[in-house]
């Protein structure tokens, strides 16, 4: 009986818990009220998500860049239902480069200047791709991807690479060479597409446990 009452209240409580997130989503309609929203809990449970036209090609991904402000859906599993709706969406200018990014705090000047070196020297005479060298040098956390970033917006660059000037003064397929040395920081990138605009959205995630 104590166990038929244990799992009766924990069935209430967790509709309960479901329909309460189904209000609050419900009046939720722009980035800043989900911002707040989400401020202070865990985010396990609770964040914003981007999803963009070419980086993020699932089902979900595409219902979600297809539909309007404000569409919600669901998925479900064993243990957990998980809400998603569209607090913003946008169609702004995307960047995709490649970069090799080599850190003045473990390397010495001249380390530096020899990895430009070889680094320019494999890739003009075609001895080895571009990513390659990234994952043989480069000190970034992309370093596995052959130092691609994927398509991103410009703020989505590491700081030093945010210089429109310097993308839009370069064909794809040049490399060349930037540095920060006031904070130790040295690349060698590549522009590998032209500027597209893409359709991204920002979404609302909620985590309900079952």
Same mark, same amino acid.
């Given at each position: 009986?104590? #166990?038929?009452?244990s799992a009766l209240?924990l069935?209430f409580? #967790?509709?309960?818990?479901a329909?309460?997130? %189904?209000?609050?989503? =419900?009046?939720i309609?722009?980035e800043? &009220?989900?911002?707040?929203?989400?401020?202070g809990?865990?985010k396990?449970?609770?964040?914003?998500m981007?999803?963009n036209?070419?980086n993020?090609?699932?089902?979900?991904a &595409?219902?979600?860049?297809s539909g309007? &402000?404000?569409t919600?859906?669901s %998925?479900?599993?064993q243990?957990?239902?998980?809400?998603f709706k569209?607090v913003?969406?946008?169609?702004?200018?995307?960047?995709r480069?490649?970069? /090799?990014?080599l850190?003045g705090?473990?390397?010495?000047?001249?380390? /530096?200047?020899?990895?430009?070196k070889?680094?320019l020297?494999?890739?003009d005479?075609?001895?080895e %791709?571009?990513a390659?060298?990234a994952k043989k040098?480069?000190?970034?956390?992309n370093?596995f991807?052959?130092?691609?970033?994927?398509?991103?917006?410009? %703020?989505? #660059?590491?700081?030093t690479?945010?210089?429109?000037?310097?993308i839009?003064?370069?064909?794809v397929d040049?490399?060349?060479?930037?540095s920060n040395?006031?904070t130790? &920081?040295?690349? /060698?990138?590549? =522009?590998?597409?032209?500027i597209?605009? /893409?359709k991204e959205?920002?979404v #609302?995630?909620?985590v309900?446990?079952?």
């Amino acid at each position: 009986m104590k #166990l038929f009452l244990s799992a009766l209240c924990l069935g209430f409580s #967790l509709t309960a818990f479901a329909q309460n997130v %189904t209000k609050e989503l =419900k009046d939720i309609e722009t980035e800043e &009220q989900a911002e707040a929203y989400v401020d202070g809990k865990k985010k396990k449970h609770y964040q914003i998500m981007r999803f963009n036209e070419e980086n993020h090609q699932s089902k979900l991904a &595409q219902d979600l860049l297809s539909g309007g &402000q404000g569409t919600t859906t669901s %998925t479900r599993t064993q243990f957990e239902k998980t809400y998603f709706k569209v607090v913003g969406k946008t169609n702004d200018p995307h960047y995709r480069l490649s970069y /090799i990014y080599l850190d003045g705090k473990k390397h010495s000047m001249k380390e /530096i200047d020899l990895i430009r070196k070889k680094v320019l020297l494999k890739h003009d005479s075609q001895l080895e %791709t571009f990513a390659n060298l990234a994952k043989k040098y480069s000190d970034a956390k992309n370093a596995f991807k052959g130092g691609d970033t994927n398509w991103v917006k410009i %703020t989505d #660059l590491p700081t030093t690479l945010a210089d429109l000037d310097e993308i839009l003064g370069h064909k794809v397929d040049d490399i060349y060479m930037v540095s920060n040395k006031e904070t130790n &920081q040295f690349y /060698i990138v590549k =522009k590998t597409h032209v500027i597209r605009r /893409i359709k991204e959205v920002k979404v #609302l995630k909620v985590v309900e446990q079952l």
